[in-house]
Nanobody, 113 residues
Framework: VQLQASGGGLVQAGGSLRLSCAAS????????MGWYRQAPGKQRELVAT???????TYSDSVKGRFTVSRDSAENTVYLQMNSLKPEDTGVYYC????????WGQGTQVTVSS
């Protein structure tokens, strides 16, 4: 299984970005799909996940600003990021889980003040 993320970039504070991540290769039904991020000098942290039934979880720092969604038929997960802040800067990694955990290659998000 390969996860290909796209949609990162440079944006000013208050702006928006939409990340996408598509799974390819062996067809699998993922229990959850989601996004993590890693800022320079920090550990990777959870941003948001969405379960097979649509249940979502968010880190407190992004609640009300980010929306995670998935297209199970296409095995794709999205992250709509609004009202971006400089502290949202980092490399965003998509993740998909069954009994195993699969990671994408990461996409850079930079928010300028």
């Amino acid at each position: 299984v390969q996860l290909q993320a796209s949609g990162g970039g440079l944006v000013q504070a208050g702006g928006s970005l939409r990340l996408s991540c598509a799974a390819s290769g062996r067809r699998m039904s993922f229990n959850s799909m989601g996004w993590y991020r890693q800022a320079p000098g920090k550990q990777r942290e959870l941003v948001a996940t969405v379960g097979r039934g649509g249940t979502t979880t968010y880190s407190d720092s992004v609640k009300g600003r980010f929306t995670v969604s998935r297209d199970s038929a296409e095995n794709t997960v999205y992250l709509q990021m609004n009202s971006l802040k400089p502290e949202d800067t980092g490399v965003y990694y998509c993740n998909a889980r069954t009994a195993l955990s699969f990671w994408g290659q990461g996409t850079q998000v930079t928010v300028s003040s």
